[in-house]
C-alpha cells in the first residue's frame, strides 16, 4: 500500500516525530509532506484533508479509496493491523497492554511538560526552569519507563528490550525535550533518551528539522 504522511515543521511538531519514527524506524516505506504550522498552507491542509485538523496524518491507498488516519495512536494501530511483521507492538500479551498503555498515557497526559517545555531540535537551554508540575510529569514518566523496563526490558535498550516498539516512538519527543532543556534525569532514565535520540531515524528527522527555515516565535525562548 503506498502511504504519505502529513507533517508539521521537523523541527517542532512532536507528534509528527511518533508517526514518523511509527514508519521509519519500522522499515515500512512512504512518502512525506511538511505542512509548516501555522503557516498559508495550513488553512489549506485542513480544508483538503478533512477531517483532519492536525499533524500528523497518514494518507494510505489512493483515489476514491484513500484511507485517511489523522492521529498518531490511530496511524500506530493501523500500521500494526496492516504491518504485523513489523512488530509495531511487542508480541507478548502483556508485554502489548503495557506498551499500549503507555503510548495512550502519553496520548492523554502530561499537559504541563507539553505546553512548558516545548519541541525544539534546533535549540538548547541551559537556563529554563521546568516548573513544578512538569516535574512531577517527568517523575511519572521515569517511574513507567524502570516499571517497563523492568519486566520486559532485559538488557534494554528499549522498554520492552532490543527491538523499539511504538512505546519508544511515542516517548523520543520527551527525550527530545529533555536535551532541550537540559533536565536532570536518573542515569537509566537518561541513557534511555540517549538511546532514542541516537536512533538512525531519530538522527534524520532531526537533520531535516535543523535545515527548516520556518520560525515559531511562540515555541522560541530568548534565553539560552
Ligand atoms: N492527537 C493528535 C495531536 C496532534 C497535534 O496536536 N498536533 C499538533 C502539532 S505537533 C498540531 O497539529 N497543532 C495544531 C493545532 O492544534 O492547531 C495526534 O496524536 O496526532
Not at 20 to 48: C, H, M, S, T
Not at 158 to 180: H, K, N, Q, W
Amino acid at each position: 500500500m503506498q502511504y504519505k504522511l502529513i507533517m508539521g515543521n521537523q523541527a517542532y511538531s512532536s507528534w509528527s516525530l511518533r508517526a514518523w519514527l511509527l514508519l521509519r524506524a519500522f522499515d515500512i516505506k512512504f512518502e512525506q509532506e511538511v505542512v509548516p504550522l501555522y503557516g498559508p498552507e495550513w488553512r489549506d491542509y485542513q480544508i483538503n484533508v478533512a477531517p483532519a485538523n492536525t499533524v500528523p496524518t497518514l494518507l494510505a491507498g489512493e483515489g476514491a479509496d484513500q484511507i485517511t488516519v489523522w492521529d498518531s495512536l490511530a496511524i500506530a494501530e493501523f500500521l500494526h493491523e496492516r504491518h504485523p511483521e513489523a512488530r509495531i507492538w511487542p508480541r507478548e500479551t502483556h508485554a502489548r497492554a503495557a506498551a499500549r498503555s503507555l503510548c495512550a498515557e502519553m496520548h492523554s497526559s502530561y499537559v504541563a511538560l507539553r505546553s512548558t517545555l516545548p519541541m525544539n531540535v534546533r535549540r538548547e537551554y541551559r537556563t529554563v526552569k521546568a516548573d513544578a508540575e512538569t516535574l512531577a510529569d517527568i517523575a511519572r514518566i521515569e517511574s513507567l519507563w524502570a516499571w517497563a523496563a523492568a519486566r520486559w526490558g532485559g538488557t534494554g535498550p528499549y522498554l520492552f528490550g532490543e527491538r523499539m516498539t511504538a512505546a519508544d516512538a511515542f516517548y523520543a519527543p520527551v527525550a527530545s525535550r529533555i536535551r532541550t532543556y537540559h533536565v536532570p534525569l536518573k542515569p537509566v532514565s537518561q541513557a534511555y533518551c540517549d538511546t532514542l535520540l541516537a536512533h538512525p531515524a531519530t538522527q534524520e528527522f532531526y537533520r531535516a528539522g535543523r535545515r527548516e527555515s520556518w520560525v515559531l516565535e511562540q515555541v522560541e525562548f530568548d534565553q539560552e
